[in-house]
């Protein structure tokens, strides 16, 4: 009889299982994982990264070896700190601006904003400064960043679905009466729809697929170098103009955006993708900060494209399947082969996928980041971030819509306004 009742009690009081996305993650400390999931988990921000990185190459002359050298090392280091899939993407204000203004944008223009940007990022985490400013950055300013991104991404992954050019190189396709384009976005959208759960055929890499083969069918070759070899690297030497304009151009836009969302964004990020993960003590704004610093300084040297962390690309690898440092070491290592030994023929490759594709990628890196939104409690938290978000979709510049959105949670909370 008592042992009856201790039974029922025990099974009264036990816990419901997580979700297994949540137990993976939670379980997953020190181990590196190498399957095809996490290979797929491992492509799946190229909607982010290819737009801007192919653009720069190709308007603001950047060597495609240099650049792809510094992601692949940059990734090659994330994966094997921070064991968790965090993301490395061009800074999103440095490349809008370098592709609007090519002519005042030069390569030693950006490599000196990639000088400042790694002693900025150095002086802000080892001053400690990053943890600091990263209290002003409540939950819903936060979740206000995130879903900003997540609309971002929506917004702009649907632009490349219904863009008439076919790459990003401005070219239509043979089938240039139809709207080709779109027509592969519709079908690899749905592909990856039916894929999204699919541990055989991980969605990433099936979209990657369809896209590098559509691209060659419809003519993308075409009047592409395809030879092996690193392509040109060299060091830079930055004029101090070329530092000035860096700063006033590229830099100060880009910090503000930088420290919401590459520092404090990305750490929270983690802690709600990631919960009971040991690895979550390295995930950190400060770190991020840290490492962000400690790799584009020297790449800044080179002419390489500025780089940092990203909710985005974090949310973009988990969706597809990424749960551990195994996908940023496979796609680093991919990118090292690209630069090294692929050259322009890597370059070419890349440059294949359709633009529908890579803006297929961003929709479910998007839908993968707004859904967040629903931890926020109270209506003074979804004001606060939905005023963010309605701030950022207007305004040019991101930084904008953080700061205000500080303003306001920090007036709300300490006039103790009700909504």
């Not at 603001?60 to 240099?66: A, G």
Request: aromatic share 8%; charged share 10%; net charge positive.
């Amino acid at each position: 009889m008592n042992t009856t009742t201790e039974q029922q009690r025990d099974r009264q009081t036990e816990k419901p299982a997580p979700p297994a996305d949540l137990a993976n993650a939670a379980t997953e400390t020190t181990a590196l994982r190498f399957d095809r999931v996490e290979l797929s988990g491992a492509f799946g921000d190229l909607g982010t990264l290819l737009p801007i990185v192919v653009a720069m190459i190709l308007i603001n002359k950047l060597s495609p070896s240099t650049v792809f050298l510094g992601f692949g090392l940059f990734y090659l280091m994330a994966g094997y700190y921070y064991r968790l899939p965090i993301p490395v993407q061009p800074l999103k204000a440095v490349g809008a601006i370098a592709i609007a203004y090519p002519a005042v944008i030069t390569e030693s223009v950006i490599g000196a904003s990639g000088i400042i940007f790694g002693v900025i990022l150095l002086a802000l985490s080892l001053t400690g400064m990053v943890d600091q400013l990263a209290r002003l950055f409540s939950q819903a300013v936060v979740r206000g960043i995130q879903l900003t991104l997540g609309l971002i991404f929506l917004k702009k992954g649907i632009e490349l679905i219904i863009d008439k050019d076919l790459f990003m190189s401005g070219i239509s396709g043979r089938l240039s009466g139809l709207p080709v384009n779109m027509m592969i976005g519709v079908a690899v959208f749905c592909m990856v729809l039916l894929l999204l759960d699919n541990k055989r055929f991980p969605a990433a890499l099936a979209a990657l697929a369809v896209g590098i083969v559509s691209g060659i069918a419809l003519g993308g070759l075409s009047g592409r170098s395809l030879t092996l070899g690193p392509t040109d690297m060299h060091l830079i030497h930055p004029t101090l103009a070329d530092f000035w304009t860096a700063f006033i151009m590229l830099i100060l836009p880009q910090i503000p955006l930088t420290i919401g969302n590459a520092c404090v964004g990305t750490a929270e990020t983690c802690t709600s993708l990631f919960t009971g993960n040991s690895q979550l003590s390295k995930a950190k704004a400060g770190k991020f900060a840290f490492s962000m610093g400690i790799m584009n300084l020297p790449a800044g040297f080179f002419g390489a494209v500025p780089m940092c962390h990203g909710t985005g690309g974090l949310a973009a690898h988990f969706r597809f399947g990424a749960r551990t440092g195994g996908a940023p070491i496979m796609i680093g290592l991919f990118f090292v082969v690209v630069a090294l030994v692929l050259g322009d023929l890597g370059f070419t490759l890349l440059a294949l996928i359709p633009q529908s594709v890579l803006g297929v990628l961003l929709v479910f890196a998007g839908l993968e980041l707004c859904p967040l939104l629903r931890s926020l409690k109270t209506n003074e938290e979804y004001f606060v971030a939905l005023l963010i978000a309605g701030i950022a979709l207007v305004v040019p510049n991101m930084g904008w819509a953080f700061a205000i959105g500080i303003g306001a949670d920090f007036f709300i909370r300490k006039m103790k306004i009700k909504i």
